[in-house]
């Protein structure tokens, strides 16, 4: 049996870890890593790209960045996650604002210490990740539509810390990335219609608060229906083998997701398109290898000298 001390350490790291959303960090490693074998440097042998230590410590130094992007996110929204999510905040406040603090600063040191052994290029871009982080919690995040942009750029940032290692600048990357934006883009859209309440308590301009919902599904069905041209590049024009069927299959989802938005007028309602937004950005990173499946399905191109 634990004792009663060790069961309060454990609830204060399954706090901590709900803080930095854990569940989050592999899988935005494991789209960097599929990322950098399927499409940044795809000449290059599997093996070399998972043995590279300079890689290595670029997505680890990714996810201390972006773990430390939740603690500040998740400092400043203590109020806010009250009323948005209560439950939530419940376990999360388990861990004191202070200590939240010094794990915050002290992780950010360690990242500037490790970005050291890539480059000084990357202590630049890591540091400048880290102060709009930053910036975003403490002022962007309640700005009209600045908000909801500059989270989903820094969602996708770490794919560039990717891409300015292998100085690699294939036009269908960007089409990628465009395709990457926009659903979060929309996602983020999802969140501010699911939260407005603590939205408007807590003073935060967001599109819902400030012109209604009906307005605000009309920019999201918008975004949703810009989605199909990086689809149409990277289907028609670029290459990406297999993946063209997440990406039918995408459309498809998206097509129900605008029945389901206009349908749609309360928080599970709102809770539901989110999930369906997150469903398409994970299993995204899943499909990249259909890019070139053969590196699964035989080994060789993993394994050969």
Request: glycine share 2%; net charge positive; proline share 3%.
């Amino acid at each position: 049996m634990l004792s009663r001390k060790s069961k309060h350490l454990l609830l204060k790291i399954v706090s901590m870890i709900s803080v930095v959303r854990g569940y989050n960090i592999p899988i935005i490693a494991l789209a960097q890593y599929l990322s950098a074998i399927f499409i940044l440097a795809p000449e290059r042998r599997a093996l070399d790209v998972l043995l590279d230590f300079n890689l290595f410590i670029i997505v680890l130094v990714s996810s201390l960045t972006i773990a430390s992007g939740y603690i500040i996110n998740n400092f400043y929204d203590s109020k806010k996650d009250l009323i948005n999510r209560p439950n939530k905040s419940k376990l999360d406040r388990l861990v004191s604002q202070k200590t939240k603090l010094q794990v915050y600063f002290s992780i950010n040191f360690i990242v500037f210490l490790l970005a050291f052994f890539v480059s000084f290029r990357a202590v630049i871009f890591f540091s400048s990740y880290i102060f709009l982080i930053w910036f975003y919690s403490h002022k962007l995040k309640k700005m009209l539509v600045i908000g909801n942009l500059t989270a989903s750029f820094l969602a996708v940032l770490p794919f560039f810390a990717i891409l300015l290692y292998y100085k690699n600048l294939y036009p269908q990357i960007f089409a990628h990335a465009t395709f990457l934006f926009l659903l979060i883009l929309i996602r983020e859209m999802i969140k501010d219609l699911e939260n407005i309440k603590g939205d408007i308590a807590n003073d935060y301009q967001t599109i819902p608060v400030a012109y209604g919902e009906g307005f605000s599904k009309k920019i999201i069905s918008m975004l949703t229906v810009l989605t199909v041209v990086p689809i149409y590049y990277l289907v028609e024009i670029f290459e990406v083998r297999y993946m063209d069927i997440y990406f039918y299959l995408s459309m498809i989802i998206l097509i129900f997701f605008l029945m389901k938005l206009w349908k749609s007028n309360t928080k599970p309602d709102y809770l539901l398109l989110h999930n369906i937004l997150k469903f398409l950005v994970v299993s995204g990173v899943f499909c990249i290898i259909l890019i070139n499946p053969e590196v699964l399905i035989h080994g060789k191109r993993l394994l050969r000298l």
